[in-house]
Every structure is written in C-alpha cells, then in structure tokens.
C-alpha cells in the first residue's frame, strides 16, 4: 500500500508540474521567430532578445481569456486535490475510496482539456507557417495523466495510513 500511495503522489506531482509549465511556459505556438503563449507573444530581434508584445489578435479576446481562466483553474484545481487527498488519507475511514480527490482531479482533466481544446479550435487556424509548441503538447499530456489519476483515485480504496 506504500508503494502504490509513494507512485500516486508521484503521479500527482507530476500532473501539477505540467499542469504548471503548460501554464506559465511561452510555448503553445511556435514560429522561427515568434514563441506565442495564452499570456502574450514574444518576438525574436536581430540582437538575438526576445521583445514582449501582446497578443495582437483582439477579436477573439474572449476566447483567450478562457484560456486564461481554464488553465489556472485546472492548477488550482490540481494543487487543491493533493490537499484534499492528504486530508483523506488521515481522516477517511478505512474502506471508503478517495471520491472528493478524484472529483478535483476530474475538474482538473476538464479545464486544461476545455483550455486546449479552445486553443486548438479558435487560434491560428489560418496559420500556415508554425507549429504547436511544447506547452500546447503538455496540456494535452496533462489533460491524459489528470484522467488516469482521477480514476485510480476513484476505485482505491483505503486500507491502512
């Protein structure tokens, strides 16, 4: 029971830190020289810098700030479910199964899924010349690894602290 509760909260770390740098990290979209995040748009200069400039595309301002939203709560939602399944692991009877924990991991999964998906169906459609970057693709990891443990939190059971 050790093991398998030391790989859950190494699953569950992992998930808050791609949950984090999906977040935080300037990659969702990625040119040879312009590196596009859900935060602002960063432009290579001839010194070789990086120059931060805002998102220019204002008609969808909407959409982004759902991005926006989406993403921090599914950290939030990610961090607050480490809490509640420490709280559990002391105060839930034996033999009960960790639903609370699972059901923050399910919200987690459902806003960084809701995030990328949104991300994926409103910007750079037209854009021929860029690629997904690195964030864009640890979402989508998250959005998985978020699902695996909310369900592995929902069928165990406590045995014993």
Same mark, same amino acid.
């Given at each position: 029971? /050790?093991?398998?509760?030391? %790989?859950?909260? !190494? @699953? ?5 830190? &791609?949950? #984090?740098a999906?977040?935080?990290n ?13 935060w ?13 400039t ?9 959409y /982004?700030?759902?991005?926006? %939203?989406?993403? !921090? @709560?599914?950290?939030i939602?990610?961090? &607050?479910? #480490? ?14 199964r ?6 923050f ?28 970057? !690195? ?6 990891i ?9 369900v592995i ?9």
């Amino acid at each position: 029971m /050790l093991e398998l509760l030391a %790989a859950l909260l !190494v @699953l569950h770390l992992s998930c808050i830190a &791609l949950l #984090l740098a999906a977040t935080i990290n300037n990659a969702w979209w990625m040119t040879n020289k312009v590196s596009t995040d859900i935060w602002a748009r960063w432009t290579l200069q001839a010194d070789g810098g990086w120059n931060y400039t805002e998102i220019p595309n204002v008609s969808a301002k909407e959409y /982004l700030q759902a991005v926006q %939203a989406s993403s !921090v @709560l599914a950290c939030i939602f990610c961090i &607050l479910g #480490l809490i509640v399944f420490v709280a559990q692991l002391y105060t839930l009877p034996k033999g009960r199964r960790f639903i609370f924990t699972a059901a923050f991991q399910l919200m987690a999964c459902v806003c960084i899924m809701i995030a990328a998906s949104i991300y994926t169906d409103i910007f750079h459609k037209d854009e021929a010349d860029g690629w997904y970057g !690195v964030s864009f693709v640890l979402a989508w990891i998250s959005v998985c690894l978020t699902l695996v443990s909310s369900v592995i939190y929902c069928t165990m059971r406590k045995k014993t602290v």
